[in-house]
């Protein structure tokens, strides 16, 4: 299997695993707090990946340290901010909403490669990306004009697109990670800086806003978060940028709204019609325009 094709993978695999995050984010309402939500998630993660990479870390400290404010911005976006805005977000917006904006991320990414690496963004890529976007909001607004002029943002839309952005910087950062630190040691202190940094938060908010109840529906979506939406998900995001760079690993980000209807259909009996079909579409026919030299 090629690098291009293991790239491809990883990214489509990601992306279905941060697809069931949406729906959580938007479904726990109530039930966990954001940033309880986001400090045990990455709690699970560190755990569960400290016996692979906890030795090599140890081995790996005078290039951690040499790189320390790298890989502390790095956490602070990715594991500290960026899925903590998304649970507040959650909180004060529905699930479309915020599959809507997430489509933001592959624009943030691919404005950011062209300023920070001066990457070009060719005619053919501009007409995919179009192509992919129309795909979008056909999917959300069900086809219906009225229904995508009418859709009313709040606080927790622009949380969500604030969060978009951090997440960019997040892929642009991991796209210069240091040779020297192998995949599972970067993960590890990466996501246990971001979780360190989350500590103060979670205890202002336990003691100040609501406490965090560990019945089986808060230890299962933990688990879920921690290990698969996390560990896993991260891993395989950061190898699709080293593999396939970070402009088409971001277009693969465009398949969330496809995912989650499928995964809507399946676990939650909602019917996919014709304009959801078409949708689809019109989204993967963008992203072979999109990736076409």
């Given at each position: 299997m090629s690098n291009q094709t293991k790239g491809v993978l990883f990214a489509l695999f990601a992306t279905l695993l941060w697809s069931v995050n949406m729906v959580i984010a938007s479904g726990v309402k109530g039930h966990i707090p954001p940033v309880g939500l986001a400090f045990w998630r990455w709690t699970v993660a560190c755990i569960v990946l400290a016996p692979f990479a906890a030795k090599r870390t140890f081995e790996s400290l005078p290039i951690l340290k040499k790189h320390f404010w790298y890989l502390t911005l790095t956490a602070v976006l990715g594991i500290t901010i960026f899925n903590t805005l998304i649970y507040f977000a959650g909180?004060?917006?529905?699930?479309?909403?915020?599959?809507?904006?997430?489509?933001?991320?592959p624009l943030f990414i691919i404005i950011l490669s062209r300023i920070i690496?001066?990457?070009?963004v060719s005619n053919i890529?501009?007409?995919?990306?179009?192509?992919i976007i129309i795909g979008v909001l056909v999917l959300i607004s069900k086809g219906s004009l009225q229904a995508l002029l009418t859709i009313n943002f709040t606080i927790g839309d622009l949380l969500m697109l604030l969060a978009c952005f951090f997440f960019a910087c997040y892929t642009i950062l991991v796209r210069k990670k240091p040779q020297q630190l192998a995949p599972k040691v970067f993960l590890f202190s990466v996501f246990s800086i971001g979780t360190a940094l989350l500590l103060p938060?979670?205890?202002?908010?336990?003691?100040?806003?609501?406490?965090?109840?560990?019945?089986?529906?808060?230890?299962?979506?933990?688990?879920y978060v921690g290990i698969f939406a996390s560990l896993v998900s991260f891993y395989l995001w950061n190898e699709a940028i080293r593999l396939i760079g970070t402009s088409k690993?971001?277009?693969?980000?465009?398949?969330?709204?496809?995912?989650?209807?499928?995964?809507?259909y399946f676990f939650l009996n909602q019917a996919i019609g014709l304009t959801q079909i078409i949708s689809m579409g019109i989204i993967i026919s963008g992203l072979f325009i999109t990736a076409k030299k």
């Open positions: 909180k004060t917006t529905s699930a479309i909403n915020l599959s809507l904006i997430a489509i933001s991320i690496y001066k990457e070009k890529k501009i007409v995919g990306i179009a192509t938060l979670y205890i202002w908010e336990n003691t100040t806003y609501q406490k965090v109840i560990f019945d089986s529906t808060t230890i299962l979506i933990t688990l690993t971001a277009l693969i980000y465009y398949l969330i709204p496809i995912f989650s209807g499928i995964l809507a």
